[in-house]
């Protein structure tokens, strides 16, 4: 697609919002959602919000609520919406006078007559359901006690789910709440409590008015919470947990991180936290990985329960979320995008602020080697795909807020902002950083803002730097083109290219080249030089009469957003030489430049291999080890979807399998490794033998010096045992849930369930996805998509390939964005030329898809084109 420019998208924005004024008359369409043109003529009318909420909370499947919405109105000419989603509402009354509703289940039409220019208070009372889908305010009922938790999601705009309201992010407004709920449990919001008394009810909880707030970033939690504090630090501390699972929470690393967290931001920004007490709730059935409520931040459990003692990877990625949702609390809570077309710089300078704050206020100071081996290569994979987006987009709707979520938001965005820290000079950007949040403190800010403030720091104009960055997609190569002479270099450039016609831009960018040589037996460090290039070849002069290299790398320490295209000698050397860099990122850039040769069907995948199982059991950097076990997984994963030569197949699954085992006997002293290649042999156990082992460790026959086979482990086995039919597996299953009756053990159990390669299964569990008024909550109805159809169950996907394709169109249409985002692991690919064709008929015939299903669709059928081509690149005979 033709790529936005500034100038384009701010004419596109202006153009909506004067239409939304001209047509304020016109009907707002009966749905769900609200357009960004109907929320700017809302906003520009509507100022000073204040909200008294009261709930009624039974923990029985609905719930009752009143909102008493207090607002300025600038123009009572034409009617106004408050959005409310699909309650049943006892009363209406607007100032002062009961009225019957005008309420279509999305939202309440007030008319010009009942309203006044200046103050209108507008109270609302209503019954709802409890939603089920971790949107609203989610219900579930703990099936190990009966207990029964309640919490809330907005993001983007799913308040209106659980009361009534201008559901939009520039109508920041003050929350005063007030709950009733059972005397056992426990309600949590964005202040603290002033007053919990008797009720008849049980107790009734009274939360004073919190600061100015966007909806989306106000919450409400309640129900028989373990609760941990912790009021060591300058901010009073609490961590919350369902009873059934406290034993699996280790509070002492969270409050910890979170303390640590603090101080950094404190000192970073140079504005205090604002919201008084720091709150963090794990909870069920979550959509996402975390959200930064304002001082109730939830977190999915799913990813921070361990049964056993947590790994350092675990312990890191806990304090990396944590700070990632911490960093939200100024930027993003404290100032927040005035529309969804801004959600990108939220994320993205959480997820560098995170990552930054991982690496210098906590122990892993690596945390920017995770970031690049982790999410920075996703956002490179995204932004080679045919799916690829500028990273500031336009948002039409509230229905197409999560459209564009993915690592481009998440990670190339934080990249680019650490290019511009980079750029700017560390200090420079903080300043520029902190006179943004000063001067936006409550109040809402534009893309423009925040690059003005930067700027004006820097005293420099960033326009040009923003135009290449933000507003055009794409990923650019950087490769070094240098000449040598008597051992010395005579020329060198860097060659920067775009990726094709259609992705032109050429951008600027500081990153360092560095040279090395190869002596004694160890990767040397001849030169580096801080080099700002731009256009298609920028000359580096300073290199020129140094020693000719054995390798180049033109981005070292990792400071641009560029895929690396290695030169010829340089790739060579990286393949023959990974064991002699002693520097873990440098290991890992070179281990990524294999793995795009393999993506890019220039190294054969059974070339990879070889290199991977000839140096990953030598790998001794934690963090680099897991990513090269992961490509081994990935690659194992090609060789099962592709269905490569059999023999080769068998041979290199063995091949894995013993490297894994070994690795797991030779650990025996260093838990984390061990856990590490245990995943590992998890990961690719598939013939008679390793499953025989794994069948060993679950009843106890086998056992292994370290290894502790608890629930979580347990579980993973009896899942893989099932996935390849292991005689007696499904019985294991049942046996199981007996003995954990927990909701991750029933996620697990199904799991293990529907992975089984039982036609039966795949089709009894298929139409249960299908179901769209399923009874399931749609957390076990997510774990049976991500579990159909493992890739080496190929015939069996096959079988129902063409049924899932031609459903697409109307599930799309039926289903909701929530709902369609898992839905895309069911669409159908099978690494061969058949399937290529079927996707690309697909493409060609469903155009009308959703914005996020029709991505699913792309990016679907060119993985399948890739494996094929990764296939065809193989040197191995072919079956």
């Not at 650990?667 to 069948?695: C, I, M, P, T």
């Not at 679950?698 to 056992?703: E, V, Y």
Request: with cysteine; glycine share 6%; proline share 4%.
């Amino acid at each position: 697609m033709k790529p936005f420019t500034r100038r384009v998208l701010a004419l596109s924005v202006a153009a909506a919002f004067a239409s939304g004024a001209a047509c304020a008359q016109a009907p707002r369409a009966a749905n769900t959602y609200i357009t960004q043109a109907e929320a700017a003529a809302r906003s520009a009318r509507v100022s000073n919000v204040d909200y008294v909420l009261d709930f009624a909370l039974t923990g029985k499947e609905s719930f009752s609520g009143t909102s008493r919405i207090s607002f300025d109105l600038a123009d009572n000419s034409t009617p106004l919406t408050i959005d409310l989603d699909k309650a049943t509402i006892a009363s209406l009354e607007v100032n002062g006078k009961k009225l019957a509703p005008n309420y279509n289940q999305f939202f309440i039409t007030l008319q010009p007559q009942d309203l006044v220019k200046g103050r209108n208070t507008v109270v609302v009372s209503y019954t709802r359901l409890h939603s089920t889908n971790g949107e609203g305010l989610h219900r579930m009922v703990d099936p190990v006690d009966g207990k029964v938790y309640t919490y809330s999601h907005f993001e983007p705009a799913a308040a209106h789910q659980m009361f009534a309201l201008f559901d939009q992010p520039d109508l920041k407004a003050t929350f005063q709440v007030n709950v009733t709920a059972p005397a056992d449990w426990v309600v949590v919001s964005t202040t603290r409590e002033t007053a919990v008394a008797p009720d008849a009810a049980g107790k009734r909880w009274t939360f004073p008015a919190s600061k100015k707030l966007s909806p989306y970033n106000f919450s409400l939690h309640a129900g028989p919470y373990k609760v941990w504090e912790d009021t060591s630090g300058k901010y009073p501390m609490r961590l919350f947990a369902r009873q059934s699972v406290a034993a699996q929470i280790h509070p002492a690393d969270w409050f910890k991180y979170t303390k640590q967290g603090l101080a950094f931001f404190d000192e970073y920004f140079g504005i205090p936290y604002q919201w008084d007490k720091y709150d963090q709730l794990l909870v069920p059935d979550f959509l996402y990985g975390a959200m930064e409520n304002a001082g109730a931040v939830t977190f999915a459990e799913r990813g921070f329960m361990y049964k056993e003692e947590m790994t350092a990877s675990q312990r890191q990625n806990l304090a990396a979320v944590i700070m990632h949702e911490m960093a939200h609390q100024w930027f993003g809570d404290l100032v927040t995008m005035k529309w969804w077309n801004g959600l990108w710089l939220n994320e993205s300078f959480a997820s560098f602020m995170g990552t930054l704050a991982t690496a210098e206020a906590t122990e892993f100071k690596n945390a920017w080697q995770s970031f690049y081996s982790g999410a920075k290569q996703g956002a490179y994979t995204a932004d080679q795909s045919l799916t690829t987006h500028p990273i500031e987009v336009p948002v039409p709707s509230t229905a197409n807020a999560f459209d564009n979520i993915d690592q481009i938001t998440y990670a190339k965005g934080a990249s680019t902002l650490m290019q511009l820290r980079h750029l700017l000079g560390d200090e420079v950007f903080r300043k520029g950083v902190h006179n943004y949040l000063v001067k936006y403190a409550f109040k809402n800010a534009k893309l423009d803002d925040f690059i003005g403030s930067l700027g004006e720091a820097a005293g420099r104009d960033l326009g040009p730097w923003t135009q290449q960055w933000l507003y055009h997609a794409g990923v650019n190569t950087v490769a070094a083109k240098y000449t040598c002479s008597k051992g010395k270099i005579a020329s060198f450039t860097l060659q920067q290219s775009a990726p094709g016609v259609a992705l032109p831009t050429l951008r600027e960018q500081r990153v360092q080249v560095a040279t090395f040589k190869l002596e004694g037996g160890k990767m040397v460090l001849l030169k580096n030089v801080p080099t700002t290039y731009k256009g298609a070849s920028t000359r580096v002069p300073e290199l020129a009469g140094s020693a000719c290299p054995d390798l180049v790398y033109p981005n070292y320490q990792d400071w641009g957003f560029a895929k690396v295209q290695l030169d010829k000698r340089s790739f060579a050397t990286a393949q023959a030489s990974l064991g002699q860099v002693d520097d873990p990122l440098l290991r890992s850039m070179l281990w990524q430049s294999l793995w795009d040769g393999v993506r890019d069907g220039h190294l054969p995948l059974n070339e990879f291999i070889k290199t991977a199982l000839a140096n990953a059991g030598a790998e001794k950097d934690y963090t680099l080890l897991g990513k090269v076990l992961g490509m081994m997984s990935t690659s194992k994963y090609y060789l099962d979807a592709m269905h490569a030569n059999a023999a080769y197949t068998r041979a290199t699954t063995q091949a894995m399998e013993d490297q894994a085992w070994a690795g797991v006997e030779a650990n025996k002293g260093d838990s984390n490794f061990q856990r590490r290649w245990f995943g590992q042999y998890l990961e690719v156990a598939s013939s008679k033998g390793a499953l025989d082992r794994l069948a060993g460790l679950l009843d106890g026959k086998l056992k292994v010096d370290g290894l502790a086979i608890g629930q979580d482990v347990r579980w993973s086995i009896i899942e893989r045992l099932n996935r390849f039919a292991y005689p007696g597996s499904a019985e294991l299953v049942t046996a199981e849930l007996a003995r954990d009756k927990s909701d991750t053990g029933q996620s697990a159990a199904l799991a293990a369930t529907v992975a089984r390669p039982d036609p039966a299964v795949k089709a009894e569990w298929l139409a249960k996805v299908h179901d769209l008024k399923t009874t399931l909550p749609f957390s076990k109805v997510r774990v049976a998509m991500n579990s159909l159809y493992p890739a080496e169950q190929g015939a069996l996907s096959e079988a129902s390939a063409a049924e899932r394709l031609a459903k697409l169109p109307a599930i799309d249409k039926a289903a909701g964005p929530v709902y369609m985002r898992s839905y895309g692991e069911l669409i159908p690919a099978g690494c061969s030329p058949a399937s290529v064709k079927r996707l690309e008929t697909a493409v060609a015939q469903y155009k009308d898809l959703s914005a996020g299903t029709r991505r699913a669709l792309l990016t679907t059928h060119q993985e399948d084109k890739r494996c094929v081509m990764i296939k065809q690149a193989m040197t191995v005979p072919k079956d």
